[in-house]
């Protein structure tokens, strides 16, 4: 029994090293977040005057647009990403968990933006690409309601309820170009305001010292 109290103890004690990590250890990635949200929501505004007619381009612009956008955003991010390694906390578990889950959303966005682009293609249906914009929304809800476990943070509930709740909206505004601006100004909201907020409150690059910081304010490994 006495090695059975000692395991339950460790366990009950690494959950707790665990949720402090989350409160104290800086959340990084805040400029990723600001430039996806940035170049995709100006992607989204230059559709959406391609359809309005307010710029004078072909019927095909979005198709150059939107990967157009994809290959700025890949190298922005990659610079981004390198620089971030370099970072105090980088390879604490809050941030590789958070890093995880947005990865994970960003290759999801890719593989089903690829996905609908060939039912498009194959069905000659280009509405079905008007689901896009609903999911992106609701996968980064998910991206945020897994920093929210991780950091305790009340804002980045909110930040996911928002993003959920405007996933709904972009249902509603289907059909019409308005769906586009919807679009551009949740990106807005719910990638560049947080991911700037994000950037605030980073801790500095490494220089000699390395790890992450502890409840007692000290930086360690």
């Not at 909206?169 to 991911?195: E, I």
């Amino acid at each position: 029994m006495t090695e059975e109290i000692k395991a339950i103890r460790d366990d009950i004690a690494f959950l707790r090293a665990l949720a402090e990590e989350g409160r104290q250890t800086p959340m990084l990635g805040g400029g990723v977040l600001a430039a996806a949200g940035t170049i995709f929501g100006l992607a989204s505004l230059a559709h959406w005057a391609t359809v309005d007619r307010l710029l004078a381009a072909p019927p095909i612009a979005p198709l150059v647009i939107w990967p157009g956008a994809g290959v700025i955003f890949a190298i922005v991010a990659r610079a981004l990403l390198r620089q971030s390694r370099g970072k105090i906390g980088a390879k604490a578990s809050v941030n590789r968990t958070t890093s995880a889950a947005w990865s994970a959303v960003g290759w999801t966005i890719l593989a089903i933006w690829m996905a609908l682009m060939a039912m498009s293609y194959r069905t000659g249906n280009w509405a079905v690409m008007e689901v896009f914009p609903i999911i992106i929304l609701a996968l980064y809800g998910a991206a945020w309601a897994v920093a929210a476990a991780m950091t305790h943070k009340g804002w980045m509930r909110l930040t996911a309820g928002g993003c959920f709740t405007a996933a709904i909206v972009m249902g509603l505004l289907a059909g019409t170009p308005h769906m586009l601006l919807a679009h551009a100004a949740g990106l807005a909201l719910f990638a560049v305001v947080p991911g700037l907020a994000l950037m605030r409150q980073e801790p500095p690059e490494m220089s000699g010292r390395k790890g992450l910081q502890g409840a007692d304010g000290q930086f360690r490994d």
